[in-house]
């Protein structure tokens, strides 16, 4: 008779361990949809940054100095070369 016992309690066990499992990922997955939905959202209103056009000439001349610089192209000391060069209007 206690051996009976003893498998009915460790079936209930098991059924209680197995719903409860089952219960908290459909928590988890629920949080983690949630959490995808509040994401997207703010993904998707963040719009591009919209290019600035330049004034004029001498800011054209500074934003591709800029751009060859950023590039690796020209070394910082060259780049101050240049854009010293170009804010004298020469």
Partial sequence: MSLLRT???AHVAT?????T???????????????AGVNQPVQAQSAPPVPVAPA???LDQL???GALRDAG????????MQKQRILAGG
Wanted: aromatic fraction near 6%; proline fraction near 5%; charge should be positive.
């Fill in 73 to 80: 192209v020209l070394t910082p000391a060259e780049f101050e």
């Fill in 15 to 19: 059924r209680v361990i197995g719903s």
């Fill in 7 to 9: 498998a009915a309690r």
């Fill in 21 to 35: 499992h089952r219960r908290q990922q459909q928590r988890w997955a629920a949080q983690d949809a949630a959490m």
């Fill in 63 to 65: 934003a591709q100095l």
């Fill in 56 to 58: 004029s000439p001498m």
